[in-house]
């Protein structure tokens, strides 16, 4: 096991985040958050409550996404749905969409699959807390990122928001 980012570069890692996203989105004035459930929503969570404290005098339009039947990987096994929450239209807007981890790419394919139903989004864009760059299947990349790795397929990515840590886990 291998600590990635302690809690207080973690905390510094979502401001960097939010600042990031505050620098190419304007007062967020045509601009969306979502979150992909389920492990997502836990970077989403912080990430706006880090870019309310920014902007505090600007409304932050956040929703949550659940992607579990638009997965090209379910056939196998049952799955319990999460729910949706996206209380506004995405027709366009800039969406940015946020995830813990980008690995092979299917969760972002199959979020860009479900978001459709919401509308159609002027721009999409990606951010990641971690980014396995070597391993994808699917020609996806993050617009903002945390921090890039390198690792082997066999290693695990594990985010532990209790913790208050990033691991690499063998």
Known sequence: M??????????????RLAHQVLENHDQLKNTVLIGIQPRGVYLSDRLVKEIQNQVPDDEVPYGKLDITFYRDDIRSELHVANQTDIPFTIENKNVVLIDDVL??????????DALLDYGRPAKVELCVLIDRRFSRQFPIQPDYVGKSIDSIISQRVKVSWDEEEVKIVD
């Open 2 to 15: 291998k600590i990635i980012l302690s809690g207080s570069q973690l905390a510094i890692t979502i401001r």
């Open 103 to 112: 690995y092979t790419g299917r969760t972002i394919r199959s979020a860009l």
